[in-house]
DNA sequence: CAGTGGTCTAGACCACCCG
DNA sequence: GGGTGGTCTAGACCACTGG
């Protein structure tokens, strides 16, 4: 473990500490991390001390106390609690995960627009995943993902079967990069050419345009992405605050 | 002030204290509370117990901590930092607050759509605003409000210049109701009668449909409203987590 | 300088979970 | 019952702010 800066409190060293070996699994996510008193024990601080790290901690989602057992490694779920985004209509209105199709997945030297978002240099090699996803073998979104080539190589190879509808879940157990936050921007445009194709629909219908940049949890882009969609059928949720 | 629940931990009782004080403008917002060594005191506990319940008001947005100076009552602000919804892309790119004209202002039974979200039974008096928004006199956003008419009936007597381009400062000023929170569903529709009209726009093009609904700190529906702007010139960004 | 919040301690007791 | 996290205390010392 790194020498942490001793200028800096002691509760916020832990704190450091903790993120970066749950960053190296030395826990696996689902498992607890030592009780309380061990960890004021190996850390020499006050009990009172390593509560105060594992409350931010837990503020930010990496950890789960549960009384009366222990304190756990949190496995985060982007279907449904975390990225509730999408509430794709079926016909009787319960929200679905649409079904995924890879289309391609290449190796290019970042464009300067994604090597601005990822906050890479110019032309360092990235991965560009282009992918539709459909409801009732209907398209329902036409989407590209940008991803550095070096955190996320091991996706390359994968079989598509293997990394399954949902990109989050493949990121965090074949590439070991866990997605903690992430900003939209959202537009409408009109629809053109190959997109028009892949989404089946008429040249000048409205579509929505969402573009996401998502952030790992020390606040490093990790994956900036952008979804068409048609806009008849579109329904985004938010909560704010 | 109500006897709290004894079963609750103090540093809980303590919280919902301040709340309701704040709530009742006991101080009023950008003005210092009593320090943590008065408020331990008057409320005989120990002033790591306040610090706990101090904690939760400034994770919550109530209070803000200034290091040697004192802790204040937090004064919302939702054009800048809470609510950074919408980017009207004036020529030269940068965010404005829209000017705001308000076209009528009246009491109506609740709709049961207007009912149901706020929480309301069927045909309570509810307030109806309707208003137009513009950037540099052209039409950016047609809005229908809905209010329950007993929290905010000094908003209809009120002139517009007295309301201002933004409501929620309005809400707190005037109605002593504060906005802490919102829901926002978008989705996407063909423009015709009197919204194109006011709009500005032929019948068919593409608006984007805005509803939110907007909670107090106490978790109650405030405001119900329905925006609907041009799809063109949209521009929508959410931080998630 | 005095007053404020920020960190940290060492320990007590309670409430929950599970064998 | 033994182990875990949750609450609470009483106080020390530090760091920032402002007159």
Redesign the interface.
Known sequence: MAMPDQRLPRYQQLHDDLVAQIGNHVWRPGEAIPNEAELAKTYEVAIGTVRKAVDGLV?E?LLERHHGKGTFVRRPRFDSS??RFFRFQSPSGERRVPESRILQREVLEAPSAVADALRLPVATPVIRITRLRLIDQNPVLAEEIWLPKDKFATILGLPSEEIGDLLYPAYEQYCGQVI?????????ESVAGAYARLLRLECGL?I?VIERLAYGFDGQPLEWRRSRGP??Q????????
Chains 1, 2 share one sequence.
């Open positions: 503020a989602g975390l990225f903690a936050s992430a900003t939209e921007t959202l537009t409408v409205p929505i806009a008849d579109f329904r985004y949720q938010v909560d704010i605050r």
